[in-house]
């Protein structure tokens, strides 16, 4: 079964802090790296993604990836109430030609002001 | 505001009716999905068309019967369907390739009764 995992949470950090949002998964033959935002109601809305090793970063977020460990992470630096979501860390399963992606649980965040 | 138009916003619908779903997008992508979600769950894929044939079917059960009239439309038959499969109903596309992200719909809200 392979196996995307996140922190449940709920993460709460108060505004201006950094938020670390972790995720591992089981299927070393994994390529493809994305995070999602998803408010309450509403569809996931794409954030990041990353297919190598190291970091990338996009204005106040940052993804990090380490296949070795199996590990993706997400930093969100100076965090806003109106980053309040639930975030999905989702695979693109291994030896698939399109978008099969496992999604984690998700993990909800709460900015406080 | 998403590139991927999904309609109706919310249907309710008898467990004897008929109904569909409908998506659309003009991005160029020639895969397409439908990813069921239920509450604070994440999304869990149903199908997957690329290049306008179908290519992935979760195992869905046949009550659900979805269709690519082109490039562009994907569509989801609703039939003899059950209280259990109210839930928010996601229409994602992406461009060709494992690497390539996916883009969701805003979804449609389903509810059975």
């Known amino acids: 079964q392979k196996e995307v995992e ?56 940052t993804a990090q990836l380490n296949k070795a460990s199996q590990y993706v992470s997400l930093l969100i630096r100076d965090s806003q109430p109106s980053d309040s979501a639930t975030y999905l860390c989702a695979v693109n399963a291994g030896g698939t030609s399109y978008g099969k992606l496992t999604f984690g649980q998700g993990t909800i965040l709460t900015v406080h002001p | 505001d998403t590139e991927v138009t999904q309609t109706p916003k919310h249907l309710v619908m008898g467990m004897t009716n008929k109904k569909s ?16 979600q239920k509450a604070k769950k994440p999304p869990e894929l149903m ?29 989801l038959h609703l039939h003899a369907l059950q209280p259990e499969d109210s839930a928010l109903y996601l229409c994602a596309s992406s461009q060709e390739g494992r690497n390539s992200p996916l883009h969701f719909g805003n979804g449609t809200r389903l509810t059975v009764t």
Not at chain 1, 10 to 29: K, M, Q
Not at chain 2, 21 to 36: D, F, I, N, P, V
């Open chain 2, 21 to 36: 779903l409908k998506c659309e997008q003009h991005m160029g992508h020639r895969a397409m999905y439908w990813y069921k």
């Open chain 1, 6 to 61: 996140q922190n449940s949470g709920p993460l709460s950090v108060p505004e201006g802090a950094i938020a670390s949002l972790n995720c591992t998964y089981s299927d070393r033959g994994s390529q493809s790296f994305f995070w999602y935002r998803q408010y309450s109601g509403k569809s996931p809305e794409l954030i990041m993604f990353i297919y190598s090793n190291g970091d990338k970063e996009d204005g106040r977020f």
């Open chain 2, 47 to 75: 199908f997957v068309y690329s290049y306008e044939k179908l290519s992935i079917n979760e195992s869905v059960p046949s009550r659900f019967s979805p269709e690519c009239p082109n490039s562009s439309l994907l569509n």
